[in-house]
């Protein structure tokens, strides 16, 4: 039986026990079975026969940060006017840095 999002949270917090599945996994982390897959194939893998806790996961996650999902983006410029910004604080960006070295 396929449980909604709200229903594994139920269980994960009544039932400390409870090992979830790869796709259970994903629902409650909020992340693609993809992903899940990938760290379940590492040999230090929260997974004890196929099965994890959130918690394991989470902590493992935070042991791992090459894995982490969020990377900080470069900003992109939406106008015209904003491209140029970012062009001049640029170039000053890399006049100091020149200016540093000398």
């Known amino acids: 039986m396929q449980h909604d999002e709200k229903q594994l949270f139920q269980i994960a917090n009544e039932h ?3 090992t979830f599945t790869m796709e259970e996994i994903a629902i409650l982390c909020n ?5 899940v897959s990938r760290v379940r194939s590492r040999p230090d893998s929260p997974f004890c026969s ?3 806790r959130p918690e394991w996961f989470a902590r493992w996650m935070r042991l ?3 894995f982490q999902l969020t990377k900080e983006m470069p900003m992109i410029p939406r106008t015209m006017g904003d491209r140029h910004e970012t062009k001049l604080r640029t170039r000053q960006r890399k006049g100091r840095s020149k200016e540093s070295h000398s």
């Open 50 to 52: 196929n099965k994890c």
């Open 31 to 35: 992340v693609s079975r993809d992903f």
């Open 16 to 18: 400390p026990y409870y």
């Open 64 to 66: 791992h940060p090459e």
